[in-house]
């Protein structure tokens, strides 16, 4: 797995030339995105895959999505008895070429390699760190449940990859239990903990959909809501369920009372 990433250098500080906010333009230069649907593949690439000026685009808004499973097919019972798939939705300020509002930061089972682990022992799949383009602000439509987090303003989406990558959380593996695949809420729990550490986030929620259900009572942290699922039927209704670990081979996890871990 490569471990290349943005160069510090950009980490924070780019700027793009838009006007923020409006949904306009953030400039007249926009090398064009090439990525199959999935999204850049940072695990096995490093972040240089992605045009420099895309990663030069800041940050406005951040969301921790809690995603449907697609099982629309199976019964209530099944649809809300599945984990949901944990993701980071970042929106933009401005508007890259006059189409991408922001980006999906999806870590995802690597399907095509095997998983491996000591005899006798847990195994884990190979996870891939996806970086997808998308063209819509703030929730995304396959969410159950989305909740937004308190953010410092000016980061670049470079200065986020750089944080992931050079703590080695692109190098995340999810357990297999019987050919199902578990930790993205591990890798979002340590993710959002990094920023955190480097002061750009309280963890503290501003916003979330859908209002009604809403949180469980006392939830207004993003670390306490990662502890739930979140059903299909009724849409967000947020039930417990403990955090399972992945294996990080290159980053020491951290854990915290304040992180529901099994």
Known sequence: MSEAYGSSSHAGSAKTSGKSKTGKSSGSRFPPLNF???GYDVTQ???????QEFRNMIVWRVYVEFLKLPLDSSSITVQNAAKNHVTIKVDFTSVYDGKYKGVRINMQPNYEIGSSGPEGGPTYKPGQLLVKPVIYWEK?????RAVEIQFAEGKSLDWLLFVLCSNKLHGFHFVDLQNKYYGCRDFVTQAVYQFYL???TTGEIIDTKPVSPGLAQGVDHVFAALGYRYLAHPLGFPQVCLIDKGYFPEYERVESSFMPYH
């Open 36 to 38: 199959e649907e999935p």
């Open 45 to 51: 690439s490093g972040t240089h895959i992605i045009p």
């Open 198 to 200: 480097a002061k750009y």
């Open 140 to 144: 995304s439509l396959s969410a159950a």
